[in-house]
């Protein structure tokens, strides 16, 4: 399932490299995960696609994750990053009943982030390019293993 998952997001992320808006939000959403690092693979000059487990890195898993998506192209993520906070850059954006897909680039096309998330299994995968256009470019692929963050009444 996990080959799969990858493989989509791969193809994915490096299909679409135009400036078009690729909108398809299926159904309203609007949900809160808790994320916890599972591993990451590094692409940069010291490493080349190096994995390494969440107990080797110092990095904070993600315990407020939310997703909302309103119908017909309304995608807002918040506490994945910064940059995916903005709505505004999100230049893909997908949500059905199985995944959410979301991609950004900024205005000079050098930086990029996209993730996909599984909404049945929890599976998050989040990448982040630097110097797209450069023979240098440096990637970080997260894993996430995340969990709905139940709403208190």
């Keep these: 399932m996990i080959k799969y998952f990858i493989y989509i997001f791969l193809s994915l992320s490096f299909f679409n490299l135009s400036l078009a ?7 309203n959403i609007n949900l809160s995960f808790v994320c916890e ?12 696609y ?5 107990k080797d890195l110092n990095e904070k898993s993600l ?17 994945l990053s910064l940059f995916l906070s903005e709505s505004e850059k999100l230049n893909v954006k997908i949500v059905n009943k199985d995944v959410v897909l979301f991609k950004a680039t900024d205005q000079e096309r050098k930086y990029s982030e996209s993730a996909i998330i599984d ?9 982040i390019t630097r110097n797209i256009k450069s023979e240098n470019s440096e990637k970080d692929i997260s894993f996430y293993l995340c969990s709905k963050k139940e709403k208190k009444v």
Excluded: V
């Excluded at 190096?50 to 969440?54: D, I, R, V």
């Excluded at 909404?119 to 990448?127: A, D, F, N, P, V």
């Design 119 to 127: 909404r049945k299994s929890g599976e998050l995968i989040h990448e």
């Design 37 to 48: 690092l599972d591993k990451k693979i590094i692409k940069n000059s010291e490493y080349n």
């Design 63 to 79: 315990d407020k994750f939310k997703i909302e998506a309103i119908k017909p192209e309304t995608l807002f993520i918040d506490g």
């Design 21 to 27: 808006k690729d909108i398809n939000i299926q159904e």
């Design 50 to 54: 190096k994995t390494f487990l969440a």
